[in-house]
């Protein structure tokens, strides 16, 4: 005979009861909380290295972004500020890099005195602060196919060409060199890059580097 008893169901069998009972043992709770704990360990150090890859990737596209500000208003319609009432649309606008001093900054400037440099705040246009965020810097401005570094880089632009030159500052002067340019951007420890690069024909695009970071090893850009 079988009897219902607080919804668990007791068999008689014999004389003897039965009872079929649902739960967790001790040792059962204590392997699945291990394994929880387990899990949420390693989402949370990879939560913390994700965290570090998009403020470095943000920072890339923010370099990006800044030349190609440059760019806009070098080869668009933006007048150039004039003594005279006539509005001056033939000036050159560049992005300027500065490493020499370890100035984490990028200056869009307009180049008043068409020396392809920039000559201070008078001809200031934006001003891009790279905020310490994790150690995320900029490691490396290089030039020409095999990248060689160079400490202070003009990338001008001038309608009515849509081509990039590159100006390398020396000793107060300008000189024209090859490019592409490459800006590298990378973390505190240079074990995590990303490169800036700007063709002559005036391509600006970003790319992983996969881990090939000023400091461990020469950073090459693309063909």
């Given at each position: ?11 008689r ?13 001790l ?30 990737t ?5 370099t990006?972004?800044a ?11 933006r ?23 370890g ?51 003009a ?11 590159f ?10 060199v ?17 490169s ?16 090939i ?8 850009p693309?063909?």
């Open positions: 005979m079988d009897v219902l008893v607080n919804n668990n169901l007791t068999r069998k014999g004389g003897v009861s039965m009872l079929k009972k649902a739960g967790f043992t040792i059962e709770l204590l392997v699945v909380l291990g394994i929880f704990a387990l899990i949420m360990g390693i989402a949370l150090f990879n939560q913390a290295g994700l965290n570090s890859n998009i403020l470095l943000n920072l890339a596209y923010e990006a972004l030349v190609r500000e440059a760019q806009t208003y070098g080869i668009g319609v007048a150039a500020a004039s003594s005279t009432a006539i509005a001056n649309f033939d000036k050159g606008y560049g992005a300027y890099f500065d490493t020499s001093t100035q984490n900054q990028i200056v869009v400037f307009g180049d008043s005195n068409s020396n392809n440099s920039y000559d201070g705040p008078s001809e200031l246009e934006s001003l891009y602060q790279v905020q310490n965020q994790r150690g995320n810097k900029i490691s490396l401005v290089c030039v020409g196919p095999s990248c060689t570094p160079v400490t202070k880089l990338i001008m632009f001038k309608r009515p060409n849509p081509e990039a030159s100006w390398v500052d020396s000793g107060g002067s300008a000189n024209s090859d490019g592409p340019a490459t800006i590298v951007v990378s973390n505190a420890d240079n074990k995590n890059c990303r800036i690069i700007v063709e002559v024909t005036g391509q600006i695009r970003v790319e992983n580097t996969n881990g970071c000023p400091g461990a090893s020469t950073v090459t693309a063909p």
